[in-house]
């Protein structure tokens, strides 16, 4: 059974850091493309981040416009967790953070950001961000 549990969202002032995670059971992320997505209320959910690590098809990193020099994803193959550090943060980017996991092909199209395109889930931790 495939699980993924993210952690690590909280409440913090605008130009604050967050570090969210996603841990992954049943589900390899050294071979998957691992997306985060957001969504706040009243707003659909938008493609944050996603992260194939590499090996012999080379790596991937993929970042929305909007949080481009701020947001880093990382990974910890050791850990099966993949990580979003948030830096700089906004009151704009507060949502409900989700992690997914999708096959590696996802990483090496132009769909990344597409939620349609990610087969497992997580539950979502909450960022809030004050001005």
């Known amino acids: 059974q495939v699980q993924l549990v993210e952690s690590g969202g909280g409440s913090v002032q605008a130009g604050g850091s967050l570090r969210v995670s996603c841990v992954a059971s049943?589900?390899?992320?050294?071979?998957?493309?691992m997306g985060w997505f957001r969504q706040a209320p009243g707003k659909e959910r938008e493609g944050v981040a996603a992260i194939f690590p590499g090996g012999g098809k080379g790596g991937r990193i993929y970042y929305a416009d909007s949080v481009k020099g701020r947001f880093t994803v990382s990974q910890d193959n050791a850990k099966n967790t993949t990580y979003l550090q948030m830096n700089s943060l906004k009151p704009d980017d507060s949502a409900m953070y989700t992690c997914?996991?999708?096959?590696?092909?996802?990483?090496?199209?132009?769909?990344?950001?597409?939620?349609?395109?990610?087969?497992?889930w997580g539950r979502g931790t909450q960022v809030t961000v004050s001005s």
């Open positions: 049943g589900y390899n992320v050294s071979s998957a493309c």
């Open positions: 997914a996991a999708g096959p590696t092909y996802v990483c090496f199209r132009d769909s990344w950001w597409n939620h349609r395109e990610y087969g497992y």
